[in-house]
């Protein structure tokens, strides 16, 4: 009588289990963790002649940049571009930013859009960041971007000044920045001076690792052959 008592108790423990476990893998299965769409994080994977390095695109804080960042993505507007400039810092060249994009080709251009500065987004300046290039203007911001190496708090919104746009993070291929920024440098003029890359890093291609791309209709001018 208690053997069959037992092995009842057993049987139902077991089932209890099961079913437990079964519970939690559907929690799994449904996590953000597990199942990205979503999430409002679109990753983004950039092809060098160094390596990749693989961005997390904030789509949720920064949906304005993040839209014409994935724009230029899934145009194909970054592919053929380059990391052109090394800016390392004065009192420890460890640490600094890189920039690439489309430089001055306004064949490449898309037009602006607003402008989320970190004041707006709450993003910051942290190791890793990457962030819009922009002049004086903040519609200047568009087709050129930078990423820290270690953070730059200066470049955020303060009371003096409106700061840089973050609308993301590199997840993967930090070792690839870190030998864009010590790369050798020369050349430029006023707050580039010296800092322009010798070699500049070319980026072969940039791809969407999750999402649905939404290309824009606009002519791709610089696919276009030159008539001789």
Same mark, same amino acid.
């Given at each position: 009588?208690?053997?069959?008592?037992?092995?009842?108790?057993?049987?139902?423990?077991?089932?209890?289990?099961?079913?437990?476990?079964?519970?939690?893998?559907?929690?799994?299965? !449904?996590?953000?963790?597990? @199942?990205?769409?979503?999430? =409002?994080? $679109?990753?983004?994977? &950039?092809? #060098?002649?160094?390596?990749? +390095?693989?961005?997390?695109?904030?789509?949720?804080?920064?949906?304005?940049?993040?839209?014409?960042?994935?724009?230029?993505?899934?145009?194909?507007?970054?592919?053929?571009?380059?990391?052109?400039? !090394?800016?390392?810092?004065? @009192?420890?060249?460890?640490? =600094?930013? $890189?920039?690439?994009? &489309?430089? #001055?080709?306004?064949?490449? +251009?898309?037009?602006?859009?607003?402008?989320?500065?970190?004041?707006?987004?709450?993003?910051?300046?942290?190791?890793?960041?990457?962030?819009?290039?922009?002049?004086?203007?903040?519609?200047?911001?568009?087709?050129?971007?930078?990423?820290?190496?270690?953070?730059i708090p200066s470049l955020d919104a303060s009371a003096t000044s409106r700061g840089y746009a973050v609308?993301?993070?590199?997840?993967?291929?930090?070792?690839?920045?870190?030998?864009?920024?010590?790369?050798?440098?020369?050349g430029g003029s006023e707050v580039t001076r010296g800092q322009m890359l010798t070699n500049p890093v070319?980026?072969?291609?940039?791809?969407?690792?999750?999402?649905?791309?939404?290309?824009?209709?606009?002519?791709?001018?610089?696919?276009?052959?030159?008539?001789?």
């Open positions: 009588m208690e053997y069959r008592v037992l092995a009842g108790w057993r049987a139902v423990v077991r089932r209890v289990v099961l079913a437990v476990m079964l519970g939690l893998g559907l929690v799994l299965a !449904a996590s953000p963790a597990t @199942a990205r769409r979503g999430s =409002g994080v $679109v990753r983004v994977r &950039i092809d #060098t002649t160094l390596g990749a +390095i693989t961005v997390a695109v904030n789509e949720r804080a920064a949906p304005a940049t993040a839209a014409n960042f994935l724009a230029y993505v899934d145009d194909g507007r970054f592919d053929g571009t380059n990391f052109y400039r !090394a800016a390392q810092r004065k @009192a420890d060249p460890r640490f =600094g930013f $890189v920039q690439g994009g &489309i430089q #001055t080709d306004a064949r490449r +251009i898309l037009p602006p859009f607003a402008f989320e500065g970190t004041g707006k987004t709450g993003l910051r300046h942290v190791d890793g960041a990457i962030s819009m290039a922009r002049h004086d203007d903040p519609k200047s911001a568009g087709g050129n971007y930078f990423i820290c190496v270690g953070p609308f993301g993070r590199v997840v993967a291929g930090m070792d690839v920045v870190r030998r864009i920024l010590a790369a050798p440098t020369r070319r980026v072969i291609r940039m791809v969407r690792l999750n999402g649905v791309a939404k290309p824009t209709v606009r002519p791709r001018q610089w696919l276009e052959k030159i008539p001789r």
